[in-house]
């Protein structure tokens, strides 16, 4: 039996100014913390996330995209934004990425164990989009990456 369509919760924008850009979005009525989170600490890679009725708004800074994005590492124009689709479980993110690979989508970030737990990659839309495949989180497979 095939897994239930992937639903869109997520978006996820790489800032260069971080601050500047959690201030616009403040502006427009969004309760975001004070300040970014540095994680891992002393690395410089800032990280924010605002939770909505159905999605999830996170920021980040270049730094802290660098670690869990291979296109913003490789300095890839229009990298900076992710659109987030949640699939069922770890097997169904390396399958969901195997057929669109197979279907002649481009692969910007293979499927991995990522740091926060969950089993992640990201594919190319047609419009060069980067869109980013998640599995449920496991707390038990959370670690601390290396900047």
Not at 63 to 77: D, F, L, S, T, Y
Not at 125 to 142: T, W
């Given at each position: 039996?095939?897994?239930?369509?992937?639903?869109?919760?997520?978006?996820?924008?790489?800032?260069?100014?971080?601050?500047?850009?959690?201030?616009?979005?403040?502006?427009?009525?969004?309760?975001?913390?004070?300040?970014?989170?540095?994680?891992?600490?002393?690395?410089?890679?800032?990280?924010?996330?605002?939770?909505?009725?159905?999605?999830?708004?996170e920021f980040d800074d270049p730094a802290m995209a660098k670690i869990w994005h291979a296109g913003v590492?490789?300095?890839?124009?229009?990298?900076?934004?992710?659109?987030?689709?949640?699939?069922?479980?770890?097997?169904?993110?390396?399958?969901?990425?195997?057929?669109?690979?197979?279907?002649?989508?481009?692969?910007?970030?293979?499927?991995?164990?990522?740091?926060?737990?969950?089993?992640?990659?990201?594919?190319?839309?047609?419009?060069?989009?980067?869109?980013?495949?998640?599995?449920?989180?496991?707390?038990?497979?959370?670690?601390?990456?290396?900047?």
């Amino acid at each position: 039996m095939p897994d239930p369509p992937a639903p869109f919760d997520q978006v996820n924008l790489v800032a260069e100014d971080l601050n500047a850009t959690l201030d616009f979005y403040r502006r427009l009525g969004l309760t975001i913390p004070d300040e970014p989170m540095e994680w891992p600490p002393g690395s410089g890679a800032h990280h924010v996330g605002v939770s909505m009725p159905g999605v999830s708004f996170e920021f980040d800074d270049p730094a802290m995209a660098k670690i869990w994005h291979a296109g913003v590492r490789a300095g890839r124009p229009g990298a900076g934004t992710v659109l987030g689709f949640s699939l069922s479980s770890r097997d169904a993110v390396d399958a969901k990425y195997a057929e669109l690979i197979a279907a002649g989508y481009a692969s910007r970030q293979p499927p991995y164990d990522a740091f926060w737990g969950a089993r992640y990659a990201i594919v190319e839309d047609p419009d060069r989009r980067d869109v980013g495949l998640m599995s449920p989180i496991d707390p038990d497979r959370r670690y601390t990456p290396e900047p």
